[in-house]
């Protein structure tokens, strides 16, 4: 299996974030990536490929331009204010505040473009969340020019960004950006299984009213777990999308045999909906030693998620999600992996 990753990713490497109603050091890093990259070489898992640089077409298809061009323009737009340092949200558009007038200020800026206040935003974020968006486009590359899968390692992560918002560290939806180019370049159905331990609500917003996605989570439930908002089980598309969604809200402390019927239950929905391809939201944080999150997973289980995920027998993108447990990081992703290999 082929890993695209592209070093730009690691230029985006905030200090902070704001968690628990304080600054503490933030978790989604570089490291990251560095050590899913080291395991991957070690393990052999196969040649590791450099993205593919596309024009922000692709981006525009899934994202608002006004948003893309925000994300471009703002370090610029933040240090002609005064400030040197990350940035953070701390106003938003909500409820009875109106959402159709056209702030300037970068303060306005940030709020009208972002779902929360703990994702932080620096002098490299942009070139970053673009590389991380070219290296899902050329997992998608891999799989038409007829790959049977394909590791596209992600980050900054996606799946939480929404079509003019950032937020959950994600700026652009990888899985989103890359399921929407399958389907542009002849794909008819294209299947997401977001095995994230948080909802991925920017993806399930964005195909919510279409039939042609099929969008498949298994997570804590937002009840007790971040977004909070989105990934109730009630929700399962609208309009011409409905029956498209399907979410399996999960209690904390859930460890693999909890959590196996769920999966079970999503791969049953993957052989009746019968996919021209998969994208795996391959979020690692359902590892009991992850630092922000509630689930109890161990190394193993993830040799049982891919080889579970290779019974579907359908064109596969793993692409990589959360997962802050740095030092096991990289054997867990791994792992999925070889399992889903054999």
């Not at 990713?9 to 570089?30: F, N, R, T, W, Y």
């Not at 932080?120 to 038409?144: F, I, M, Q, V």
């Amino acid at each position: 299996m082929k890993t695209v990753f592209s070093n730009t990713q690691l230029a985006h490497a905030p200090a902070q974030e704001i968690s628990d109603g304080q600054l503490k050091p933030a978790v989604e890093i570089p490291s990251r990536a560095e050590i899913v990259l080291k395991t991957v070489r070690q393990r052999n898992v196969g040649e590791i490929v450099v993205p593919e640089e596309f024009p922000v077409r692709p981006l525009h298809r899934v994202h608002a331009p006004d948003y893309v061009s925000f994300l471009e323009s703002f370090w610029e737009k933040w240090t002609a204010a005064g400030r040197t340092r990350e940035a953070f949200p701390f106003v938003w558009p909500i409820r009875s505040l109106r959402h159709d007038v056209e702030v300037e200020h970068i303060d306005g800026l940030l709020g009208r473009y972002s779902m929360d206040a703990g994702t932080p935003l620096g002098e490299n974020t942009y070139k970053a969340a673009r590389a991380s968006a070219d290296t899902a486009l050329t997992a998608a590359r891999l799989l038409l020019d007829g790959e049977k899968s394909a590791f596209a390692l992600c980050r900054p992560p996606g799946h939480h960004a929404g079509y003019d918002f950032f937020g959950g560290y994600c700026f652009f939806n990888n899985a989103a950006v890359a399921a929407q180019y399958l389907r542009d370049y002849g794909l008819h159905r294209i299947a997401i299984l977001d095995v994230d331990y948080h909802h991925g609500n920017g993806t399930q917003a964005l195909f919510y009213d279409r039939p042609d996605v099929l969008f498949l989570s298994i997570h804590a439930d937002p009840k007790h777990e971040y977004p909070y908002f989105l990934g109730f089980a009630d929700e399962t598309g609208e309009h011409a999308g409905t029956g498209f969604t399907r979410n399996w809200p999960l209690p904390l402390g859930t460890d693999w045999d909890a959590y196996l019927p769920a999966l079970e239950e999503a791969c049953r929905w993957l052989l009746v909906y019968k996919p021209d391809a998969l994208i795996v939201s391959l979020g690692m944080d359902c590892y009991e030693k992850d630092p922000i999150s509630g689930f109890k997973f161990k190394s193993e289980d993830y040799i049982r998620l891919g080889q579970r995920l290779a019974k579907v027998g359908v064109p596969t993108i793993f692409l990589m999600e959360g997962g802050y447990a740095v030092e096991a990081l990289g054997t867990n992703c791994v792992n999925v992996l070889e399992g889903f290999e054999g």
